[in-house]
C-alpha cells in the first residue's frame, strides 16, 4: 500500500450503537488498534456509521502488483483439500500465471488422501512440483496456508511448525488455531511471520465469484487481513497480496484473536445456526396457524433466502422494513419487538462460550469422537423435504416477503450485530459477519439447495456450532418470542426506534457500494467441488 495517511482508531469508536432499556448491558471493550501501512497497494479511508476504516480494494488490475507483494516467496503451498483449499489454490495459481509470475502454487496433503484426485482434476499434479504430501510441501514453502480443519491444525500443530524452514510464513484463513493455543496456554514460534486471510464466505462462493467476475475487473468475496507476528516486516504486504490474488474486493484489517471470536460467533448466529432455527420455529408456528406445509415453508424459508437477503445485500437491513405498507410495518414491529431479547440471549451465551475458549473445546472434543460417531446429514426430517418440493415447484419473481418473519431474522441479525459492537469488534467485522457473508454467500447456496444443505457441507467447526445452537434458537423463540405475541404484549417502541435509528445502517449501505460486480450464481458451471455428505 503507498504511504497514506493511517488511522488509529480511537478507544469510543466502537461503542455500541445502542443499548435498548431492557437489555442487559454488556461493557464495551477498548477498540481494535486498527492502522496498518505498505509500500505495494493503496489504503482508502471508508466511513463507516461514525468511525472511519482503512480498506484495500481489489480488481483484477491489482495482479501486476503481486510479484512485489510477495517478493522473496517462490513457492506457496495450500495444505488440505476441504471447503476453502481449492478455491484459494487455484485463485491464486491464475492470478500469479495472469502476470507471468514464477511462484509456484502447491497441495499439501496427508499421504493417501482421496482428495490427490480431485486435486489432479484441477490442474494441481505431483510431475510439476503442485502437488505432495503434506509435510513434504511444508518443508519447501515460503509461505504455507494452512486449511485443513481446525480440529486437525489442533491435533497437527507441533508438527506443522517443526517442519516450516527458517524464515517461512504461516498463513491461516481462520482464528481457530490461536484460540486454540490460547486455551491451553501455548503461542506460536516467535521466529516466523503469522498472518491471515480470511474470506466471508465459504470456499465455492470464493472461486465461483472469482470466474464470474473475470470479465468486469474481478469479483470474489470479502475478505479480512490480520498480521499477528511480523519477524520479517513483510507481513502486511503477503497478506495484502495474498488477498488481492484471491479476488477480494475489498479487505479490511482485524486481528487473529478478534477474527476467530467474530467468525466462530457468527456462524454459530444469523450465519448458519440461527437461520435454521428461526426456519424450524416459524414453519411449525404457520402451520399451526393453518397453512399446508408448502406455504408454511415458503413464508418462512424462501421469504429469507429468496426475498429479504436480497433487499438487505443491495439495499441494507432497514430497506427490508422501509418498503413495506403500514399493515406490515406493524407485523413486522410486533416479530422484532418480541423476538429481538430472546435472540439476544442466546447470542450473547454464544459470544461467552466462544471467547471463554469453552466452544474451541467443544470443537476438539467432536473432532475425538468423530471415528465413533459421524456427522450424519440433517435433510431428512420433515422441513427440508418439503423444502425440495418447494425448490422444484419455484416461481422465483412470486416469492413473497412475509413481514413476520422479516421481523423474527432482522431482530435476530440485529441483535447478533449488538453484541458484537458491545464487545469492541470494528463496523467492518461487525458488518461482514453479521449481513454481508449471510446475504451474499451462504443464504444463495441455502436458496439454491436448502438450509439443511448448507449445515451439512459447511466446515467441520461450523456444523458442529450450528447443529448444538439451532435447537437453541428454535426453542426461545418458540417459548418466548411467539407466545409474547400471542398473549398480546404491546410492541417496544423505545427497541423499534433503535432500530430505526440504529448507526449500523449507514455502515451496511456504504458496504452494499463495495458488494462484487456480479451476484454469484450458484447452478454455473465452476472448477471447484461444492462437498456433500454422501
Known amino acids: 500500500i503507498a504511504a497514506a495517511a493511517l488511522l488509529a482508531a480511537s478507544a469510543t469508536a466502537f461503542a455500541p450503537a445502542f443499548v435498548p432499556t ?21 489504503p482508502e479511508e471508508v466511513k463507516l456509521a461514525d468511525t472511519t476504516e482503512l480498506f484495500v480494494k481489489g480488481g483484477r488490475d491489482l495482479f501486476p502488483l503481486l510479484p512485489k507483494a510477495f517478493e522473496g516467496i517462490e513457492k506457496i503451498g495450500v495444505i488440505g483439500w476441504g471447503s476453502q483449499a481449492p478455491a484459494q489454490a487455484q ?17 499439501g496433503l496427508r499421504e493417501g488422501s482421496a482428495s490427490f484426485e480431485e486435486a489432479k482434476g484441477c490442474g494441481f499434479s505431483e510431475e510439476d512440483g503442485t502437488l505432495g504430501e503434506m509435510f513434504d510441501v511444508i518443508r519447501e514453502s515460503d509461505l504455507v496456508i494452512l486449511l485443513i480443519s481446525d480440529a486437525a491444525q489442533a491435533r497437527l500443530y507441533k508438527e506443522i511448525f517443526a517442519a516450516m524452514k527458517p524464515g517461512a510464513t504461516l498463513g491461516l484463513s481462520h482464528g481457530f488455531l490461536l484460540g486454540y493455543l490460547d486455551s491451553i496456554g501455548e503461542t506460536f514460534p ?3 511471520d503469522v498472518i491471515a486471510v480470511c474470506p466471508k464466505g465459504m470456499g465455492p462462493s470464493v472461486r465461483r465469484l472469482y470466474e464470474q467476475g473475470k470479465e468486469v475487473n474481478g469479483a470474489g468475496i470479502n475478505a479480512s487481513f490480520a498480521v499477528h507476528q511480523d519477524k520479517s516486516g513483510k507481513a502486511t504486504e503477503t497478506a ?14 482485524t486481528t487473529l484473536r478478534s477474527e476467530y471470536k467474530s467468525d466462530i460467533y457468527g456462524e454459530r448466529g444469523i450465519l448458519l445456526g440461527a437461520v435454521h432455527g428461526i426456519v424450524e420455529s416459524l414453519y411449525r408456528r404457520y402451520q399451526r396457524q393453518g397453512m399446508t406445509p408448502e406455504q408454511a415453508f415458503t413464508e418462512s424459508c424462501e421469504s429469507i433466502t429468496g426475498n429479504i437477503v436480497k433487499t438487505i445485500s443491495t439495499k441494507g437491513i432497514k430497506a427490508v422494513y422501509d418498503q413495506m405498507d403500514d399493515d406490515d410495518k406493524k407485523i413486522f414491529e410486533t416479530a422484532y419487538s418480541a423476538s429481538y431479547m430472546p435472540a439476544k440471549e442466546i447470542l450473547q451465551e454464544i459470544y461467552d462460550e466462544v471467547s471463554s475458549g469453552n466452544e474451541i473445546r467443544t470443537v476438539i472434543m467432536h473432532g475425538k469422537r468423530l471415528d465413533k460417531y459421524p456427522v450424519g446429514k440433517i435433510d431428512g426430517t420433515d422441513t427440508w423435504i418439503v423444502g425440495e418440493k418447494v425448490r422444484a415447484n419455484r416461481d422465483e419473481d412470486n416469492i413473497p416477503l412475509n413481514p413476520f418473519t422479516a421481523g423474527v431474522y432482522v431482530a435476530t441479525m440485529m441483535a447478533q450485530i449488538d453484541v458484537l459492537l458491545e464487545q469492541g469488534h470494528p463496523y467492518s467485522e461487525v458488518v461482514n459477519e453479521s449481513v454481508i457473508e449471510a446475504v451474499d454467500s451462504l443464504c444463495p447456496y441455502m436458496h439454491y439447495r436448502g438450509v439443511a444443505f448448507m449445515v451439512d ?5 461450523a456444523k458442529t456450532g450450528s447443529r448444538k445452537w439451532a435447537p437453541r434458537f428454535d426453542y426461545i423463540l ?32 456504504e458496504c452494499c457500494k463495495l458488494r462484487p460486480p456480479v451476484d454469484i450464481s450458484v447452478s454455473a458451471e465452476t472448477s471447484t467441488k461444492e462437498i456433500v455428505i454422501q
Request: glycine share 4%; net charge negative; aromatic share 8%.
Open 457 to 461: 457441507n459447511c466446515s467441520f467447526t
Open 240 to 253: 495484502l497480496g495474498w488477498g488481492i490474488a484471491l479476488g477480494s474486493p475489498f479487505m479490511f484489517e
Open 22 to 42: 431492557k437489555a442487559v448491558p454488556v461493557s464495551t471493550q477498548t477498540a481494535l488498534p486498527m492502522s496498518f501501512s505498505s509500500n505495494v497497494f493503496t
Open 190 to 192: 516467535e521466529d516466523m
Open 478 to 509: 418458540d417459548q418466548l418470542a411467539y407466545t409474547a405475541v400471542d398473549n398480546g404484549k404491546p410492541v417496544d417502541k423505545d427497541l423499534i426506534e433503535a432500530f430505526k435509528t440504529h448507526k449500523v445502517h449507514d455502515a451496511v449501505e
Open 91 to 107: 485463485n491464486l495459481r491464475d492470478s500469479l500465471a495472469e502476470v507471468d509470475s514464477p511462484i509456484k502454487v502447491s497441495i
